[in-house]
T-cell receptor
């Protein structure tokens, strides 16, 4: 079983819809990251969080440490948001980084 | 432009050949790391470094060597390439425990 599980694997939305991607993890962590991988392959770090909630533009990330769960929300989705979104955790027991398999988001105009 | 520079972008190797993937950052980041990305498996950590002179193994270190002689550079060496090492490789850096990661643009490696 992967230490980091994401859902859904694939998500198709219409432009303007509110999007939620979920991440659950089973290890002790020092931080959780949300990454965006564009169709061209480049990876961009969206958020790093260890508690609470962070917001950047139309993106919101939340984390519940007790439940070992994080969500990434996209408000007013746009076709340019189409990408693979990856959840990753810093495993403080192994000083290691573990990744989810990613969620492929397609936003249609 | 500040960031993480990876070279080469593409490489084809024959089984048994050796090569070095280069990674350099100009942000004075302490932490640097190498990952491989395979279809259906997501990213996996190969090796990482928390500072010059310090390296450690990640999840999939076999077949790869690293060194960190300077803060800026973190090369990844394949001593004897195998087809199982066909993958896309990413280098990343960060201020340890403070900020998120900055990723390089990736190296697509094919071993035939």
């Amino acid at each position: 079983k992967n230490e980091v599980e994401q859902s859904p694997q694939n998500l198709t939305a219409q432009e303007g819809e509110f999007i939620t991607i979920n991440c659950s993890y089973s290890v002790g962590i020092s931080a959780l990251h949300w990454l965006q991988q564009h169709p061209g392959g480049g990876i961009v770090s969206l958020f790093m969080l260890s508690s609470g909630k962070k917001k950047h533009g139309r993106l919101i990330a939340t984390i519940n440490i007790q439940e070992k769960h994080s969500s990434l929300h996209i408000t007013a989705s746009h076709p340019r948001d189409s990408a693979v979104y990856i959840c990753a955790v810093d495993d403080y027991n192994n000083n290691d980084m573990r990744f989810g398999a990613g969620t492929r988001l397609t936003v249609k105009p | 432009n500040a960031g993480v520079t990876q070279t080469p972008k593409f490489q084809v190797l024959k089984t048994g050949q050796s090569m070095t993937l280069q990674c350099a950052q100009d942000m004075n980041h302490e932490y640097m790391s190498w990952y491989r990305q395979d279809p259906g498996m997501g990213l996996r950590l190969i090796h990482y470094s928390v500072g010059a002179g310090i390296t450690d193994q990640g999840e999939v270190p076999n077949g790869y060597n690293v060194s960190r002689s300077t803060t800026e550079d973190f090369p990844l060496r394949l001593l004897s390439a195998a087809p199982s090492q066909t993958s896309v490789y990413f280098c990343a850096s960060s201020y340890t425990g403070v900020h998120g990661y900055t990723f390089g643009s990736g190296t697509r490696l094919t071993v035939v």
